[in-house]
Structures are given as C-alpha cells and as structure tokens.
C-alpha cells in the first residue's frame, strides 16, 4: 500500500501562486509516475501534470507556462508550484502515484482563487 498526503492548498488572489506537496508513505519502492489531477465542481477530474521517475514531465494544455511539476525521489516527495493562478484553476487538487500498475489517491486539497 502507499498512502498520499497532499499539503499546500488554500485562498489566493487571482495572478498569485501556491505550491501544493504530496508526500508518499509506505510501499514507495518502484513508484512510477506521479501527477496532480484536479476536480472543480459539476465537473470531471483531469490530469493537470504528471513527471515520471525519471523527470519526464507532461501539463495539460491549460496549465502550460504556469504551473511546474518536480519531485524528490530520496523523499517520495512531488511538487506543484502553480503561478500565476486564474479563477478557472479554482479546483480540489489531488496527488496520484502509479505503482506496479496501480493507482493510488490522496485524499484533495482545495485551491480557491478569488478574482
């Protein structure tokens, strides 16, 4: 088992930014991809980056420019520092580990931006 622990959200003003944390516990030898998906209301959760094992990295487009992904391997530890934040970008963010063919989620964290 691996367990997520995402940190970082909160309320910021449009054109501002926030760097979210996801800390991963447990089984993390072999941990494969790591991403950040978000999920506003009515809508459906989607990928917003991902950086595999070895760096390689993937935003979707409306992130592109703004947000970076990066991750500590020593400590099981991925980042996302989101600028220049917009009010579309108002979501509960979460943290996904692929293990061994296995998804694993932690549990959201909100990020508001206010406009």
């Known amino acids: 088992q691996v367990q997520l622990v995402e940190s970082g959200g909160g309320l910021v003003q449009a054109g501002g930014s926030l760097r979210l944390s996801c800390a991963a516990s447990?089984?993390?030898?072999?941990?494969?991809?790591m991403a950040w998906y978000r999920q506003a209301p009515g809508k459906r959760r989607e990928l917003v980056a991902a950086i595999g094992s070895s760096g390689s990295t993937n935003f979707a487009d409306s992130v592109k420019g703004r947000f970076t992904i990066s991750r500590e391997n020593t400590n099981n530890t991925v980042y996302l520092q989101m600028d220049s934040l917009k009010p579309e970008d108002t979501a509960v963010y979460y943290c996904?580990?692929?293990?061994?063919?296995?998804?694993?989620w932690g549990q959201g964290t909100q990020v508001t931006v206010s406009s």
């Open positions: 996904n580990a692929d293990k061994d063919g296995r998804d694993y």
């Open positions: 447990g089984r993390t030898l072999r941990l494969n991809v």
